[in-house]
């Protein structure tokens, strides 16, 4: 290439590279971060167009966000929004007031007496909501919640139970499917303020009217919150059959997630204390796999239930449930608890339940935790009879540390007619005789675990598909609109063939 061709062509590269260099725009700033009074007004907005629009997701959508308010709002943050969107004929002094009667905590208390830069003039330049702005009820209910979940955090249960009341006549004054979503939160914590008072007894009849009142109105948020409620109000007394009774009566809500997997927890516990364990084992194991990630406390206590269970049903729960990051701390006493009963040793169950016996009171699995008992006993048989071809019955005794030769006698005899070990007792000599092992692989134990898992699959597999979701108008006929367009572009092809054909005729006469 000649050199004054390669000068040009390069002085074409620099002009490029400064078309590209003007090009490029200066990095943009990342978005200031929302705060939590402005997160709040976006809410209320979602409302005021679900209220309008008569829609549910937007107002699904502001009570989704509760949780990341519940973390970041104040008792200013509060107090603000109440002055904005509370007209003062809406009993707006006694909110306030109730904001209140909790004491401000250090982490609100600015350093050295002085207020932040600003922050005294937002407060100040707050538009108060005037005498004679209407308040739409669901932005009510939704700022009186949040006002009832601050009151429960900051341990005020009395002045939140109040608070809630108030919200349920709120809701039975106006009886709006718009407020359905949002009725449901008022009463979990409504039912939650009571518990935590100590008196839950004192709603129950309330809570059985609420929930028949839901299902006459078909309110189907309401119906799986109170379902749950009335149910975690039956067991706090004990009362199992009741709430047996209960269940049997009732249909679970299986569109709420949360709830469903709350509800599946319930009646897991209500079985296992009835013995019937496989079926607490399957709504147990369900249960753990709805709840979200999220709620390590349900998984904590969900999961102690569940390694309870596998232990009485005679399994011994896998290794990884006690690793995981979130349960490993709590589910250590658990963890001791298994390997007493996987090695069969009575004095290692009795060390772990002396040691660890105020944690499984306070879990409330004492009770449960009693009947474990009778497996370590077998456990340690099974091994026995394993390692011995003939032992005596006192010899048996001395290596589970069992006092009487008679009980062992029994309790040998009960294993033998369980299946659970393979032998014969000799009552003249005072001994036990282990039969030749069968290979369990020439049994049908591997058809049946082959066919459990097989179960597994299938039902998984048929909640996923009873769970999938459609537009909501995906059954109904396409809207007028696009049912004209596609009957003009069917006249338009038809035409077009009607032309094609005429030409084909005159090109052949």
């Known amino acids: 290439m000649p050199p004054g061709n390669k000068a040009k062509v390069e002085e074409k590269k620099t002009d490029k590279d400064n078309k590209n260099e003007g090009e490029k725009k200066e990095p943009e700033e990342p978005p200031k971060p929302k705060t939590p009074s402005e997160e709040l007004d976006i809410a209320i907005l979602l409302i005021a167009k679900g209220v309008k629009t008569q829609t549910s997701a937007q107002i699904s959508r502001a009570v989704r966000k509760m949780n990341s308010l519940r973390k970041k709002l104040t008792a200013e943050d509060l107090k603000t929004a109440m002055k904005k969107y509370v007209p003062k004929m809406e009993n707006r002094q006694a909110l306030l007031d109730y904001i209140d009667v909790v004491p401000k905590s250090k982490s609100m208390e600015v350093e050295d007496g002085k207020a932040k830069e600003g922050e005294s003039m937002e407060v100040e330049e707050v538009a108060e909501a005037g005498d004679d702005q209407t308040l739409v009820p669901e932005i009510s209910i939704y700022l009186k919640v949040l006002l009832t979940i601050f009151l429960i955090d900051n341990d005020k249960n009395k002045e939140a139970s109040n608070i809630a009341e108030e919200c349920l006549d709120i809701v039975k004054q106006h009886n709006k499917r718009t407020m359905d979503i949002i009725s449901a939160r008022v009463y979990f914590y409504y039912s939650l ?14 809570l059985l009217a609420l929930y028949r009142s839901a299902c006459l109105h078909h309110d189907v948020p309401g119906q ?19 709430a047996e009774m209960f269940c049997r009566v009732t249909t679970p809500i299986e569109k709420d997630n949360n709830q469903y997997a709350r509800y599946l927890y319930y009646f897991g516990k209500i079985n296992t204390v009835q013995l019937h364990y496989s079926d607490a084992d399957e709504y147990l194991t369900q249960a753990l796999r709805k709840c979200p990630k999220s709620a390590i406390g349900f998984r904590q206590v969900a999961t102690k239930l569940l390694v309870i269970v596998q232990l009485l049903m005679g399994e011994i729960p896998e290794r990884s449930i006690f690793i995981e990051k979130d349960l490993k701390r709590s589910l250590f006493p658990y963890f001791k608890l298994t390997q007493a009963v996987r090695v069969g040793n009575l004095d290692a169950f009795s060390t772990v339940l002396k040691s660890h016996g105020a944690i499984f009171e306070r879990d409330g699995m004492s009770s449960l935790i009693t009947r474990l008992r009778h497996n370590v006993i077998k456990t340690g048989l099974r091994k026995i009879c394993l390692s011995y071809s003939k032992i005596s019955l006192k010899a048996i005794c001395e290596k589970l540390k069992y006092d009487s030769e008679e009980d062992i006698e029994y309790i040998v005899a009960k294993a033998i007619h369980d299946g659970v070990v393979n032998a014969s007792i000799d009552r003249k000599e005072g001994s036990v005789t282990s039969k030749e092992t069968i290979d369990v692989y020439s049994s049908d134990e591997p058809s049946k675990m082959f066919q459990k898992r097989i179960n597994f699959c299938l039902r998984l597999r048929n909640e996923a598909v009873k769970a999938m979701q459609y537009p909501p108008d995906a059954h109904k006929p396409k809207r007028e609109k696009e049912a004209e367009e596609e009957e003009k572009k069917k006249e338009a092809e038809e035409a077009e063939k009607k032309g094609d054909k005429k030409k084909e005729e005159k090109a052949k006469k």
């Open 224 to 242: 799986a919150v109170l379902m749950n409620a009335i149910l975690a109000n039956y067991l706090h007394y004990n009362m199992y059959g009741q």
């Open 193 to 206: 303020a009571h518990t935590r008072l100590g008196n839950p007894l004192a709603i129950r009849n309330k």
